[in-house]
């Protein structure tokens, strides 16, 4: 049996007429079963296996061909889409985009502003905001110092980033008074300081970390802390730096 002699509705039902030889294969061989075996049964049962084996490769045949079609619709999709990589919804391309290539990423801005409320903002949201609303001109109406003073103290707590920063460049100068058996303090010893105390070696020439590191001697002595008292430091806190160097404040009712 060809595929190319059978008609469209033959096509489409070979799995009803391969269930339907099936049935009848079993119906003969049910007979066999019985008594008196008698010798045209088993020639039909012959035929109707060799005519169950055509179909099978009948439709064996017309899976593959039905997967080698939907395989070139599958390609000839892809090609008309002409897919590109994307990043966030913007095509990623050598040449410059168009606005209508960027509309994906500014619609998906514009959601995400939609839908900013005061109880979702982060903490940098939070911070914009009333950075927004308190300094809607060049003149400050509330100090930045002031928003970063503790709660208790009439702040709303918030990190003074630079001051942080400082704290944490302290830690890099503790670990140059304490910490001598790691690789880049003995490093720092061998070539700047020589044998010479932390506090009266003032590095020059040399680049713009180095110098910031030894500059926090500054920041320690602000927090109230000498050399003695870095030296004997076993542990190292920024929070506890940090707090010293905001100083003290008082409380307000």
Known sequence: MEMKQLNSHEFNNIGHKIQAIRSKLEG??????????????????????????????????????????????????????????????????TIRLTAMQCEPLIDRMLSRIQCWTTKF???????????????????????????????VAGGTNFINVK????????????????????????????????GNTIWNTQPKSTSWVIQKIFKAKRQFEEAGYSEEDVNQMEKFSIKQIYKALQGRFQKVS
């Not at 003149?139 to 928003?147: F, M, P, Q, R, V």
């Not at 670990?175 to 790691?182: A, D, L, R």
């Not at 003995?186 to 020589?194: C, F, L, M, P």
């Open 121 to 151: 903002l982060s903490y940098a949201g939070r911070a914009m905001l009333i950075k927004s609303v308190a300094e809607p001109s060049k003149k400050a109406l509330i100090s930045w110092d002031k928003l970063c003073a503790p709660k």
């Open 163 to 194: 001051l942080r920063n400082k704290a944490a460049i302290c830690k890099l100068l503790w670990n140059i008074c304490t910490k001598k058996e790691k690789l880049w303090v003995q490093w720092i010893h061998a070539y700047y300081i020589k």
């Open 28 to 93: 003969i061989q049910d007979q066999m079963l019985g008594p008196g075996n008698n010798s045209e049964i088993i020639a039909q049962e012959k035929v109707i296996k060799m005519e169950l084996a055509k179909w099978l490769e009948v439709e064996e045949r017309r899976l593959i061909t039905n997967n080698i079609i939907m395989s070139h619709e599958l390609v000839k999709g892809y090609e008309r889409k002409n897919i590109s990589p994307r990043y966030l919804g913007v095509p990623l391309s």
